[in-house]
C-alpha cells in the first residue's frame, strides 16, 4: 500500500529554517512525481515545489524560490523540503503527495495528485 509520512514542521521565528521530510512506502520514488503542497486558514492549497525524474529541475512557486530547495533520497524513499528564510506568511500546514510519474508543472500546478500524506504544521511567529 502506498504511504506518504511528513515530518518535520513545528514553531519557528521569522528568519529561521526547516526540514521537511516525506517518507515514502509502497512504491518507488523514480516511477511517480512527488510534491509539496501547502495550504492556510482561509486560503486555496498552493503547490510549493515539485519534483520529477521527467524532469531536470524542480518546480518552485514563485513566493519560496529562492528560499526552499527540494530533494530526495532514491536509498532512503525520502523527499525532503529544505526551507529558510522562512516568513509568517509560510505558516501552513505542508503536504506532501504523489502522483504517477508526470512533468513537475502538471504536479504542482494542473493535476489532482492521487496520494497524499497527513500534512504537517508550520508556524512562523515570534
Known amino acids: 500500500q502506498l504511504q506518504l509520512v511528513e515530518s518535520g514542521g513545528g514553531l519557528v521565528q521569522p528568519g529561521g529554517s526547516l526540514r521537511l521530510s516525506c517518507a515514502a512506502s509502497?512504491?518507488?520514488?523514480?516511477?511517480?512525481?512527488i510534491g509539496w503542497f501547502r495550504q492556510a486558514p482561509g486560503k486555496e492549497r498552493e503547490g510549493v515545489s515539485c519534483?520529477?525524474?521527467?524532469?531536470?529541475?524542480?518546480y518552485y512557486a514563485d513566493s519560496v524560490k529562492g528560499r526552499f530547495t527540494i530533494s530526495r533520497d532514491n536509498a532512503k524513499n525520502t523527499v525532503y523540503l529544505q526551507m529558510n528564510a522562512l516568513k509568517p506568511e509560510d505558516t501552513a500546514v505542508y503536504y506532501c503527495?504523489?502522483?504517477?510519474?508526470?512533468?513537475?508543472?502538471?504536479?504542482?500546478?494542473?493535476?489532482?495528485?492521487?496520494?497524499w500524506g497527513q500534512g504537517t504544521q508550520v508556524t512562523v511567529s515570534s
Open positions: 509502497g512504491f518507488t520514488l523514480d516511477y511517480y512525481a
Open positions: 503527495a504523489a502522483h504517477p510519474l508526470t512533468t513537475v508543472l502538471a504536479m504542482c500546478v494542473r493535476v489532482m495528485p492521487e496520494h
Open positions: 519534483i520529477s525524474s521527467l524532469d531536470g529541475s524542480p
